[in-house]
């Protein structure tokens, strides 16, 4: 027997109450896409190409390539003033670039030194983070061609890639960073102190 | 936040506001009255007008200051242009951290100086890795893309028009106290603790933005990505954002503040401070983390076995007494109001501890005000002080059990592994020792 027969079937108040509960029934049955208010404006792909995020496995990296030799105009250029021309960076009043190169081997010493080459886990964010905020003074000024070899001459100095090496979208990704096992997600062991 | 090197500590103004309470600062501040002899002379009894002060303090304008506001008119409605600013005698500031760089920096809250448990707007502390922005809300929009039914772009219209929430939830800088780990090193507790803020904030469930684009199966992260010059980008786990977190676009009944991320920040109650992208623009669901530099590079813990702690984005339970602390001084034996404020990232405060024997005894404090989900609460513990040397501590249990930490337990657990290692994620319980001179100072006890 259908709702509909067995209200025809009751008396007036009856069916008033159970009216109203088929006013309700049918929002608790409600799929996600019904319940949608169908704000915001769909966006097209051609849109989402204004943007970029580049993950380990190099999705998203644009066309182009750079060798260090190229990217060592590069960085003269645009990098060296803050970050030094050895890389070396510069804590002074005003700059404060981080340092580039070196400290391989002293993150379990008393004096670790953090730089790409000794601590960041994934190449790709070198590309990533260049591309999206450097130069400091004109964040996202490169060109992906100029991004890709800077990133090339920070690796090659580093001594992660040879000299000769052309870095691309499918190279970058490969790129095995010297700490590239170094990080693990916080378990948090502090939670031991739970009374 | 560079981690490369240990910043110096800020050379502090003679006349800096932190040292608020007791401790006299130069120049006018009714505070210094505040303990002081109470006698005509002190009080600066004079007749006729006090001239406006040139320089009134930041976000006051100065007035002349009148014999008896009782004995003429004050001032006309509406002369203040329809937005009012503080008191000129309300000198509680903001103070930078000294980095090398103006623009990727940090400021500090006064921590002593607040009253009740909201942060004013325009005191919450600053983070920012490329300055503050300034954007036009009509030109700026959040897209909500990746692995999901329908990428969608929201105006600000548009995120007004959907539902909203209100809620109250602190925010704390992950780096908050990076300074203490080693040795007490910055004097007040706006700078050992002044990278806390709590607000009210408005703003649509990210629950609701996922509905209106519809997540695809596999989705586990999600990039948030700022507007400004850093153009920010953290990843963050799908379920915390389904869980609570909030597109947020108002902050103490206002728009958020520019150093806030005008027009529209996300807010992830009890996270790391660094996850609460300000000037969101876009947010990309993902199936793995992006391991974006601050992710990686940043705000991780490198420990003694040279491996780094990544993604520990809950802020533990944690506590800190403001008055009295650091840099003040009490005038002599007797009651005192210990006040300060108990957080927890995990949830409700539960209770707070307060000791004045650096730990060998603990009391009960009294909450100010019923505890909140992620938000700080404001305790008080009335002390009758002897005139003796003591060491005052506040200690948070929040409702999860946990127990707000030594430095010394927390270092047997993480290490003590050089000034730039393991900077993060400090929530011990700070120690204030009282001299017998009322003095007032960070040690760790």
Same mark, same amino acid.
């Given at each position: 027997?259908?709702?509909?027969?067995?209200?025809?079937?009751?008396?007036?108040?009856?069916?008033?109450?159970?009216?109203?509960? !088929?006013?309700?029934?049918?929002?608790?049955?409600?799929?996600?896409?019904?319940?949608?208010?169908?704000?915001?404006?769909?966006?097209?792909?051609?849109?989402?190409?204004?943007?970029?995020?580049?993950?380990?496995?190099?999705?998203?990296?644009?066309?182009?390539?750079?060798?260090?030799?190229?990217?060592?105009?590069?960085? !003269? =250029?645009?990098?060296?003033?803050?970050?030094?021309?050895?890389? !070396?960076?510069?804590?002074?009043?005003?700059?404060?670039?981080?340092?580039?190169?070196?400290?391989?081997?002293?993150?379990?010493?008393?004096?670790?030194?953090?730089?790409?080459?000794?601590?960041?886990?994934?190449?790709?964010?070198?590309?990533?983070?260049?591309?999206?905020?450097?130069?400091?003074?004109?964040?996202?000024?490169?060109?992906?061609? !100029?991004?890709?070899?800077?990133?090339?001459?920070?690796?090659?100095?580093?001594?992660?890639?040879?000299?000769? =090496?052309?870095?691309?979208?499918?190279?970058?990704?490969?790129?095995?960073?010297?700490?590239?096992?170094?990080?693990?997600?916080?378990?948090?062991?502090?939670?031991?102190?739970?009374? | 936040?560079?981690?490369?090197?240990?910043?110096?500590?800020?050379?502090?103004?003679?006349?800096?506001?932190?040292?608020?309470?007791?401790?006299?600062?130069?120049?006018?501040?009714?505070?210094?009255?505040?303990?002081?002899?109470?006698?005509? $002379?002190?009080?600066?009894?004079?007749?006729?007008?006090?001239?406006?002060?040139?320089?009134?303090?930041?976000?006051?304008?100065?007035?002349?200051?009148?014999?008896?506001?009782?004995?003429?008119?004050?001032?006309?409605?509406?002369?203040? %242009?329809?937005?009012?600013?503080?008191?000129?005698?309300?000198?509680?500031?903001?103070?930078?951290?000294?980095?090398?760089?103006?623009?990727?920096?940090?400021?500090?809250?006064?921590?002593?100086?607040?009253?009740?448990?909201?942060?004013?707007?325009?005191?919450?502390?600053?983070?920012?890795?490329?300055?503050?922005?300034?954007?036009?809300?009509?030109?700026?929009?959040?897209?909500?893309? %990746?692995?999901?039914?329908?990428?969608?772009?929201?105006?600000?219209?548009?995120?007004?028009?959907?539902?909203?929430?209100?809620?109250?939830?602190?925010?704390?800088?992950?780096?908050?106290?990076?300074?203490?780990?080693?040795?007490?090193?910055?004097?007040? $507790?706006?700078?050992?603790?002044?990278?806390?803020?709590?607000?009210?904030?408005?703003?649509?469930?990210?629950?609701?933005?996922?509905?209106?684009?519809?997540?695809?199966?596999?989705?586990?992260?999600?990039?948030?990505?700022?507007?400004?010059?850093?153009?920010?980008?953290?990843?963050?786990?799908?379920?915390?954002?389904?869980?609570? %977190?909030?597109?947020?676009?108002?902050?103490?009944?206002?728009?958020?503040?520019?150093?806030?991320?005008?027009?529209?920040?996300?807010?992830?109650?009890?996270?790391?401070?660094?996850?609460?992208?300000?000037?969101?623009?876009?947010?990309?669901?993902?199936?793995?983390?992006?391991?974006?530099?601050?992710?990686?590079?940043?705000?991780?813990?490198?420990?003694?076995?040279?491996?780094?702690?990544?993604?520990?984005?809950?802020?533990?339970?944690?506590?800190?007494?403001?008055?009295?602390?650091?840099?003040?001084?009490?005038?002599?034996?007797?009651?005192?109001?210990?006040?300060?404020?108990?957080?927890?990232?995990?949830?409700?405060?539960? /209770?707070?501890?307060?000791?004045?024997?650096?730990?060998?005894?603990?009391?009960?404090?009294?909450?100010?005000?019923?505890?909140?989900?992620?938000?700080?609460?404001?305790?008080?513990?009335?002390?009758?002080?002897?005139?003796?040397?003591?060491?005052?501590?506040?200690?948070?249990?929040?409702?999860?059990?946990?127990?707000?930490?030594?430095?010394?337990?927390?270092?047997?657990?993480?290490?003590?592994?050089?000034?730039?290692?393991?900077?993060?994620?400090?929530?011990?319980?700070?120690?204030?020792?009282?001299? /017998?001179? %009322?003095?007032?100072?960070?040690?760790?006890?």
């Amino acid at each position: 027997m259908s709702m509909r027969e067995r209200v025809r079937g009751l008396g007036p108040t009856a069916a008033a109450l159970l009216g109203l509960a !088929q006013l309700v029934t049918p929002a608790a049955s409600q799929t996600a896409a019904e319940t949608r208010l169908g704000v915001g404006k769909p966006v097209t792909e051609v849109e989402l190409g204004a943007y970029f995020s580049i993950p380990p496995s190099g999705k998203g990296l644009p066309a182009g390539h750079g060798s260090a030799k190229e990217g060592a105009v590069v960085f !003269q =250029e645009h990098c060296a003033a803050c970050h030094g021309e050895k890389l !070396q960076g510069n804590m002074a009043p005003g700059i404060g670039a981080d340092r580039l190169i070196g400290g391989r081997g002293s993150l379990a010493s008393e004096t670790p030194i953090k730089t790409t080459e000794s601590y960041w886990p994934y190449a790709t964010t070198l590309f990533d983070y260049i591309k999206r905020a450097m130069p400091f003074s004109s964040p996202g000024s490169l060109t992906d061609d !100029q991004v890709y070899a800077v990133v090339a001459y920070i690796l090659s100095e580093g001594h992660v890639i040879k000299t000769d =090496e052309t870095i691309d979208a499918t190279t970058l990704p490969k790129v095995r960073m010297p700490n590239r096992d170094g990080f693990i997600p916080d378990a948090r062991p502090e939670l031991s102190l739970y009374r | 936040m560079p981690v490369q090197h240990a910043p110096p500590p800020p050379v502090e103004d003679e006349a800096c506001p932190c040292r608020d309470g007791m401790f006299a600062p130069r120049g006018a501040d009714r505070r210094r009255f505040l303990f002081a002899a109470g006698s005509g $002379v002190a009080m600066g009894l004079s007749t006729g007008r006090a001239r406006a002060e040139d320089n009134p303090p930041a976000g006051a304008r100065s007035f002349d200051v009148p014999d008896d506001p009782t004995k003429e008119q004050g001032r006309a409605v509406g002369a203040d %242009g329809g937005y009012g600013s503080r008191s000129q005698f309300e000198r509680a500031v903001r103070v930078r951290y000294p980095t090398p760089n103006e623009n990727t920096s940090w400021s500090l809250t006064p921590l002593a100086a607040l009253v009740g448990n909201l942060t004013p707007s325009a005191l919450h502390f600053e983070r920012h890795h490329g300055g503050i922005p300034t954007i036009d809300p009509d030109r700026h929009s959040l897209v909500v893309h %990746g692995m999901v039914g329908t990428p969608k772009r929201f105006s600000m219209d548009d995120l007004r028009r959907l539902p909203s929430v209100t809620r109250k939830h602190f925010i704390e800088c992950s780096g908050n106290g990076l300074t203490e780990w080693k040795k007490p090193t910055l004097k007040t $507790v706006q700078g050992t603790h002044g990278l806390l803020s709590t607000s009210e904030w408005t703003g649509v469930l990210f629950a609701t933005l996922a509905r209106e684009v519809g997540l695809a199966e596999g989705g586990a992260w999600v990039l948030a990505e700022g507007a400004d010059a850093a153009v920010m980008t953290r990843s963050i786990p799908l379920e915390k954002l389904l869980k609570d %977190g909030i597109i947020a676009y108002g902050q103490n009944g206002e728009a958020i503040r520019p150093e806030q991320g005008y027009p529209v920040r996300l807010l992830l109650p009890g996270y790391e401070g660094n996850t609460h992208i300000k000037w969101l623009r876009r947010l990309e669901v993902s199936d793995k983390p992006f391991m974006t530099r601050e992710e990686t590079s940043k705000y991780t813990d490198l420990m003694a076995d040279g491996r780094a702690r990544q993604f520990s984005l809950d802020m533990d339970a944690k506590s800190v007494i403001t008055f009295p602390s650091g840099e003040m001084r009490l005038p002599g034996p007797g009651v005192y109001n210990v006040t300060g404020f108990a957080w927890s990232g995990r949830g409700r405060v539960q /209770s707070v501890d307060v000791s004045v024997d650096a730990g060998k005894t603990w009391y009960p404090a009294y909450l100010g005000s019923a505890p909140e989900p992620m938000c700080t609460v404001r305790f008080t513990f009335p002390w009758s002080w002897d005139g003796t040397p003591a060491v005052l501590q506040s200690r948070c249990v929040d409702e999860t059990g946990y127990v707000q930490p030594t430095r010394q337990q927390l270092l047997a657990i993480r290490g003590d592994h050089g000034p730039s290692a393991s900077i993060y994620h400090l929530n011990a319980i700070q120690s204030w020792a009282v001299a /017998s001179t %009322g003095e007032v100072s960070n040690v760790h006890a």
